[in-house]
């Protein structure tokens, strides 16, 4: 038996592949601090469900706190709660995001996490939904 400071091969390398898996498993399950939505978006997306999503909610449910959510063009019909602290979901360049009222007696987008923010939705939000905090 080949020893390395009192350490057989088969045992380091067991070792080493045991910290290979759970690398691999922590990198699957982590959330990311930058997620990106597109309506366009499905499972055979690189990065899918981890940070490429086709819903804002799954986008901001999977983004770590303090991170961002870019949002591609396109119409979402979705609720939003914004729950986590510091987050920010941003309209991508010059994009035209609309959110499609999918409740009438319910506010399209509730913000319900400290310093959590919109950008490049105002106008279309002022037109079109409540925003409530």
């Known amino acids: 038996m080949n020893k390395v400071t009192g350490y057989s ?21 982590s959330s990311a601090a930058t997620v990106y939505v597109s309506g366009d978006y499905n499972e055979t997306t690189v ?28 119409t979402y019909e979705e609720i939003l709660d914004v729950n986590k602290a510091g987050v920010t979901v941003k309209a991508v360049g010059e994009a035209v995001v ?4 999918v409740a009438n007696d319910k506010s399209v987008i509730t913000i319900s996490a ?9 106008e279309q939000l002022k037109r079109s939904t409540r925003l409530s905090a």
């Open 9 to 29: 091969f088969k045992a380091i390398f067991s070792a080493f592949r045991a910290t290979m898996v759970m690398v691999s498993l922590t990198a699957v399950y």
């Open 47 to 74: 990065g899918w469900g981890i940070s490429a999503f086709n819903t804002i909610q799954a986008g901001i449910n999977a983004v770590e706190a303090d991170g961002t959510v870019n949002v591609a063009a396109g």
């Open 98 to 101: 609309t959110f499609a009222t």
């Open 114 to 122: 400290d310093g959590a923010t919109f950008d490049g939705f105002e």
